[in-house]
């Protein structure tokens, strides 16, 4: 009767081990899917007299962990990949790069390579697509410092400028379109024919608060702006800020503009999960930073939605080898 038990106890214990190992973890599924796409969108190198020790998509890809997990530092970074095999094993690391690598192989990658990176994930999101119906705009800003809002408070310290991000996002699949980077304080009309250069993608209305309200940004045609005309001097007189007028209330009733809260949610999504403040200290990689932070955060939609499910990213595998036979 002991071995009977003894024998049900060890089949049990191994089934529930099985079951455990099935699930996979975020970062896992997160590093495996910024692999894919660094692999797909950056070379292998980034000379052709580089060491070949580690390659440029398994480092940016660490690069894109290191956002992941609340924007921690280089030092972290390395340490978090000595403590885990399996996050190695996904990158297929024989050797942790010390925490340096990672940053000259940020300042290596350039503006047109991030772009690459984020165009990519938006065609694993909305593949085969090229209009959409509801754009939502806004603007948001990160802090340079890593003061805190006590610190802040307590000794007087005035920010006087800040990075400065325009988002342009899908509000049915909730994906950043689009995004710019500048300095603040500025205004936001004038980011808006920035990010619809800037978007791959179509929309038949976009839809923002009345901080775009602006010279030349309302216009008759598609896409269609709604943007709340500011009260200049208590009343709107001028044709065009009237038919603006009416086009906001039109879409306030049916129920379009209220889709603009979900950009809002969306920048405040970035916040808490990856900081509102920047550790670099060159504009030009706070800059790559930031940019990041939008692929980043197209990547974590995709775990978010179907991490889950492994035969998603087989699948993805198997359409970059049948689009590689035919080049």
Same mark, same amino acid.
């Given at each position: 009767?002991?071995?009977?038990?003894?024998?049900?106890?060890?089949?049990?214990?191994?089934?529930?081990?099985?079951?455990?190992?099935?699930?996979?973890?975020?970062?896992?599924?997160?590093?495996?899917?910024?692999?894919?796409?660094?692999?797909?969108?950056?070379?292998?190198?980034?000379?052709?007299?580089?060491?070949?020790?580690?390659?440029?998509?398994?480092?940016?890809?660490?690069?894109?962990?290191?956002?992941?997990?609340?924007?921690?530092?280089?030092?972290?970074?390395?340490?978090?990949?000595?403590?885990?095999?399996?996050?190695?094993?996904?990158?297929?690391?024989?050797?942790?790069?010390?925490?340096?690598?990672?940053?000259?192989?940020?300042?290596?990658?350039?503006?047109?390579?991030?772009?690459?990176?984020? %165009?990519?994930?938006?065609?694993?999101?909305?593949?085969?697509?090229?209009?959409?119906?509801?754009?939502?705009?806004?603007?948001?800003?990160?802090?340079?410092?890593?003061?805190?809002?006590?610190?802040?408070?307590?000794?007087?310290?005035?920010?006087?400028?800040?990075?400065?991000?325009?988002?342009?996002?899908?509000?049915?699949?909730?994906?950043?379109?689009?995004?710019?980077?500048?300095?603040?304080?500025?205004?936001?009309?004038?980011?808006?024919?920035?990010?619809?250069?800037?978007?791959?993608?179509?929309?038949?209305?976009?839809?923002?608060?009345?901080?775009?309200?602006?010279?030349?940004?309302?216009?008759?045609?598609?896409?269609?702006?709604?943007?709340?005309?500011?009260?200049?001097?208590?009343?709107?007189?001028?044709?065009?800020?009237?038919?603006?007028?009416?086009?906001?209330?039109?879409?306030?009733?049916?129920?379009?503009? %209220?889709?603009?809260?979900?950009?809002?949610?969306?920048?405040?999504?970035?916040?808490?999960?990856?900081?509102?403040?920047?550790?670099?200290?060159?504009?030009?990689?706070?800059?790559?930073?930031?940019?990041?932070?939008?692929?980043?955060?197209?990547?974590?939609?995709?775990?978010?939605?179907?991490?889950?499910?492994?035969?998603?990213?087989?699948?993805?595998?198997?359409?970059?080898?049948?689009?590689?036979?035919?080049?």
């Amino acid at each position: 009767m002991i071995e009977y038990t003894l024998r049900r106890q060890k089949r049990f214990s191994s089934s529930f081990n099985m079951k455990r190992n099935k699930k996979e973890g975020r970062y896992k599924r997160f590093l495996r899917m910024a692999y894919f796409v660094a692999r797909q969108s950056l070379a292998m190198y980034s000379h052709k007299k580089s060491p070949h020790i580690y390659s440029l998509p398994q480092l940016i890809s660490c690069v894109l962990l290191k956002i992941y997990i609340r924007n921690m530092s280089y030092r972290d970074l390395e340490e978090f990949l000595l403590s885990s095999s399996d996050t190695r094993r996904v990158l297929g690391l024989r050797w942790v790069p010390n925490y340096s690598t990672f940053c000259r192989a940020l300042s290596r990658v350039s503006g047109k390579e991030i772009k690459r990176l984020f %165009g990519k994930v938006l065609e694993i999101v909305i593949p085969g697509g090229s209009l959409a119906l509801v754009f939502a705009c806004d603007s948001t800003g990160f802090k340079e410092d890593v003061a805190g809002f006590y610190y802040a408070l307590r000794s007087g310290k005035r920010r006087k400028r800040w990075i400065k991000v325009w988002y342009l996002l899908d509000t049915r699949t909730q994906v950043l379109v689009s995004e710019v980077v500048g300095r603040g304080p500025s205004g936001d009309a004038g980011g808006l024919a920035k990010l619809e250069k800037e978007s791959s993608l179509m929309a038949l209305i976009e839809v923002m608060d009345r901080g775009f309200d602006g010279k030349g940004n309302f216009r008759l045609g598609f896409p269609i702006r709604v943007i709340p005309p500011i009260r200049r001097g208590g009343s709107i007189r001028s044709l065009d800020r009237i038919l603006a007028y009416m086009v906001y209330m039109i879409s306030r009733w049916s129920g379009i503009y %209220g889709k603009r809260w979900i950009c809002e949610t969306v920048i405040s999504v970035i916040k808490r999960k990856f900081g509102d403040s920047i550790r670099e200290r060159k504009w030009k990689n706070k800059k790559k930073i930031v940019s990041l932070m939008a692929v980043v955060y197209n990547i974590h939609v995709i775990v978010r939605g179907r991490g889950e499910n492994r035969f998603f990213f087989l699948s993805l595998k198997k359409r970059c080898l049948q689009q590689s036979k035919y080049l």
